[in-house]
């Protein structure tokens, strides 16, 4: 982020900053012109201004000015006002004709993967996978176009299908891993569905190797958060991480709730286990620095190419999350 700060008192911002974001000092018209063209600026005062106010009404300059609780107050605020976030889409299953598929339905076909991939590369968009965000920096993912795959379960068609297309098109995808089974299990007793199996250690190593796949933790069994307890809900994220991590040998930074079910103790273990980052499903503010352990997802599956180029926009998440509250009151 650029933080434009109109006043001259620097130091609070500096301090709570640690040279973690562009500070810059403008006078009040230099900060509302230079925030109205550059992507990702946020102007700071230590007064309120209601000019400023206006301003971020009118021109959506985003504008914070008194005391901060976090730096991260700064993204989120931006975030908000732009309306603008990284989408983070959702697959589970990846198929060559649709008979192939389940009948609870969570695939695409491979031409229809394939048709998604080269409208996001037209759009000009940057996969990228957690890992690489960490090391972008929150901060900065504001100033490119990014946009984040992510493929729940680890099915085995996702090495055959789904592996090949990244590879083809440079892509990126973020995989989650139920570590304790090598078939899923979950929706043979709950649907009664067809039996598919999961990756082998050499698939997930090679897609690891390729540096085109990020794995992410799922726990052992795809766990409903919402049906156990504490202690089987910590051991579930805890044995899940230690195995994949040493199937991997490397640390993970991203989890994801098995149907996207959580409650408060949940995100607490998921942060405890060494987790950077969690990912739910259509639930959440759609901004990922209003709580990083609890970041809206999209699902794919099931899309039509209209819906999917709404659900690419990174307004879609923010807009859905607004709906969904006012539904609920
Ligand atoms: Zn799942």
């Known amino acids: 982020m650029n933080i434009v700060l109109i006043d001259k008192e620097k130091q609070y911002i500096e301090k709570i900053n640690q040279k973690r974001n562009l500070l810059k000092n403008l006078n009040l018209m230099q900060a509302i012109i230079f925030c109205f063209f550059n992507k990702g600026s946020i102007i700071y005062s230590k007064e309120e201004k209601t000019v400023l106010n206006f301003c971020e009404k009118i021109l959506k300059v985003p504008y914070l000015y008194g005391k901060i609780e976090s730096v991260l107050d700064f993204e989120n605020h931006y975030a908000k006002i732009k309306r603008y976030e990284i989408p983070v889409l959702m697959y589970h299953q990846f198929v060559k004709n649709k008979r192939d598929g389940g009948k609870i339905k969570l695939f695409v076909t491979e031409k229809t993967f394939e048709l998604q991939l080269k409208i996001l590369k037209f759009l000009n968009y940057e996969t990228i996978t957690f890992e690489e965000l960490k090391s972008i920096g929150l901060q900065n993912r504001f100033f490119k176009k990014y946009i984040i795959l992510t493929v729940d379960d680890g099915y085995k ?130 901004i990922f620095t209003d709580d990083l352990y609890d970041i809206r997802r999209t699902a794919i599956d099931k899309t039509s190419l209209v819906d999917f180029l709404r659900k690419i926009s990174p307004r879609y998440a923010q807009y859905k999350a607004k709906k969904y509250k006012n539904k609920r009151g």
Not at 167 to 175: C, E, G, H, L, T
Not at 185 to 193: F, H, M, Q, V
Not at 220 to 234: V, W, Y
Request: overall charge negative; glycine content about 6%; proline content about 2%.
């Open 157 to 286: 068609d996702n090495y055959e299908i789904l592996f090949p297309l990244l590879k083809k098109y440079s892509m990126k995808a973020v995989i989650f891993l139920v570590s304790g089974l090598n078939y899923n299990k979950w929706t043979i007793e709950s649907d009664n569905e067809k039996k598919f199996y999961l990756m082998s250690t050499e698939e997930i190593l090679e897609m690891q190797n390729s540096g085109l796949v990020e794995f992410g933790g799922h726990t052992l069994t795809h766990l409903d958060f919402h049906k156990a307890g504490k202690e089987i809900a910590e051991r579930e994220i805890i044995k899940d991480k230690e195995i994949t991590e040493k199937r991997l040998n490397k640390k993970l930074t991203v989890f994801a709730y098995p149907y996207g079910h959580r409650k408060e103790e949940t995100k607490k273990l998921v942060e405890e286990a060494g987790y950077d980052f969690a990912v739910s499903t259509d639930t959440g503010a759609g």
